[in-house]
């Protein structure tokens, strides 16, 4: 399973960003999806996931602000980014969890830098 991700960058509080993730070599409507981050010295933490049918949570700290999204057709998942905090500042993991085998897959991660 491959789970390249892109949309990250710098951007200042307040700001935007919309994070994408193209999945491959998986059935992807029988994949759940999430995104974690992790911030330079802290532990990884969920950000949100949304699964296969369709239901979703998020974090305490995001709820509000992100927003998860999944294309079935483009095999593609979403997370837009609205009010951006410096403590929001961490590298952003696609990862998907297969339905049949529950087994994890972890992209590569793309940074998100808040900062004035």
């Known amino acids: 399973v491959q789970l390249p991700a892109f949309g990250g960058g710098l951007v200042q509080p307040g700001g935007s960003l919309r994070l994408s993730c193209v999945a491959s070599g998986t059935i992807f409507s029988h994949t759940s999806m999430a995104w974690y981050r992790q911030a330079p010295g802290k532990q990884q933490e969920l950000v949100a996931a949304?699964?296969?049918?369709?239901?979703?949570n998020y974090a305490d700290s995001v709820k509000g602000r992100f927003t998860i999204s999944r294309d079935n057709f483009a095999n593609t998942v979403y997370l837009q980014m609205k009010n951006l905090e410096p403590e929001d500042t961490a590298t952003y993991y696609c990862?998907?969890?297969?339905?049949?085998?529950?087994?994890?897959?972890w992209g590569k991660g793309t940074l998100v830098t808040v900062s004035s």
């Open positions: 990862v998907a969890t297969l339905d049949v085998t529950l087994r994890n897959y």
């Open positions: 949304v699964d296969s049918g369709g239901s979703i």
